[in-house]
T-cell receptor, first 113, second 112 residues
Framework: DVKVTQSSRYLVKRTGEKVFLECVQD?????MFWYRQDPGLGLRLIYF???????EKGDIPEGYSVSREKKERFSLILESASTNQTSMYLC????????????FGQGTRLTVV | QQQVKQSPQSLIVQKGGISIINCAYE??????FPWYQQFPGKGPALLIA?????SEKKEGRFTISFNKSAKQFSLHIMDSQPGDSATYFC???????????FGRGTSLIVHP
């Protein structure tokens, strides 16, 4: 059974903290994505990566950075957490070539207080 | 910016009824149209997908209807059940793009 695993289901962090969200996939996929999901706004792309050490900004990259040192792992970093970054964060992966299924992790519910 | 417009934002149906969710797109290069189902507290998962060489695809109670000329596709859920209550996302992508484009989602509630 293919898997995308996010390291935490729930996180509570304080304003100003540096936050790391980890994602690991076991499908040898080239493409990996970080989305945030908010009510009424759907899935908004933060960053994506199409290869190791390669990254591209998505629609809402401000306040975030990413790291992909290994093919199976894609990390999302909140440099200085703020309350408006309270959200559900979803990691996804997909094989190279756009016309294929994306596989999602179970999500991380982040609350910044 | 590539967009997929999804409607309605929310939908309430009675058990046994038909649920219909619609999506429209602009980019004629899209060649893969999946629907994802997301239960509360879970990530989205592929429900059913279609490619533009067919006009309809059916899997159990779930059917995608695809209208290439109108650049529209829809999800029909026949005999809707309370267990179908979830958020549904349509999406579209091309072979030449890394990024799938998602609709904003439809929250479906099926009343017993």
């Amino acid at each position: 059974d293919v898997k995308v695993t996010q390291s935490s289901r729930y996180l509570v962090k304080r304003t100003g903290e540096k936050v790391f969200l980890e994602c690991v996939q076991d499908m040898d996929h080239e493409n990996m994505f970080w989305y945030r999901q908010d009510p009424g706004l759907g899935l908004r792309l933060i960053y994506f990566s199409y290869d190791v050490k390669m990254k591209e900004k998505g629609d809402i990259p401000e306040g975030y950075s990413v790291s992909r040192e290994k093919k199976e792992r894609f990390s999302l970093i909140l440099e200085s957490a703020s309350t408006n970054q309270t959200s559900m964060y979803l990691c996804a992966s997909r094989e190279l070539g756009g016309s294929t299924e994306a596989f999602f992790g179970q999500g991380t519910r982040l609350t910044v207080v | 910016q590539q967009q997929v417009k999804q409607s309605p934002q929310s939908l309430i149906v009675q058990k046994g009824g038909i649920s219909i969710i619609n999506c429209a797109y602009e980019n004629t290069a899209f060649d893969y149209f999946p629907w994802y189902q997301q239960f509360p507290g879970k990530g989205p998962a592929l429900l059913i997908a279609i490619r533009p060489d067919v006009s309809e695809k059916k899997e159990g109670r779930f059917t995608i209807s695809f209208n290439k000329s109108a650049k529209q596709f829809s999800l029909h859920i026949m005999d809707s059940q309370p267990g179908d209550s979830a958020t549904y996302f349509c999406a579209a992508s091309t072979g030449g793009s890394y990024i799938p484009t998602f609709g904003r989602g439809t929250s479906l509630i099926v009343h017993p």
